[in-house]
């Protein structure tokens, strides 16, 4: 954990066609910044939940892997339902925040397990 109690990282799934079009504008924006005015983000412990119920067997998602240091929107974390606290960001994606881009397919079950080759922070444990 950073020394405010967050994440030192947090993660985005994103469409693949999605990310390619934010390297091409240089930002990257999806739906939910339109309709609810900020970016869905998840910590490391979140993941997946995250992944699992929302792009279950879905093969055509990336993983950003975040450093909330270098965002040049705001970042809040705010609770949901379940009183959990979400990360949102409310604004685009800056491209120089994203330390990682990892391929992230679903097992043959459709179900996602913590990507292999992505060591684990202590407070994602």
């Known amino acids: ?3 405010s109690g967050r994440p030192k990282r ?3 799934i994103a469409l693949a ?3 390619s079009k934010a390297l091409e504008n240089g930002a990257y924006t999806t739906g939910s910044l339109e309709t609810e005015g900020f ?3 998840s910590t490391g412990r979140q993941l997946l939940r995250t992944a699992n119920k929302f792009y ?4 055509d998602v990336v993983l950003l892997s975040i450093d909330p240091k270098r965002l040049a929107a705001e970042l809040r974390y705010e609770p949901i339902e379940d009183g959990q606290e979400f990360p949102h960001l409310y604004g685009q994606l800056n491209l120089d925040a994203v330390t990682a881009v990892l391929i992230f397919a679903p097992e043959s079950d459709g179900s996602f397990v913590w990507p292999a080759g992505l060591a684990k922070n202590e407070d994602e444990l």
């Open 17 to 19: 066609h999605e990310w």
């Open 39 to 41: 970016i869905h983000f």
């Open 56 to 59: 279950r067997g879905n093969r």
């Open 1 to 3: 954990m950073s020394e």
């Open 10 to 12: 947090i993660f985005h």
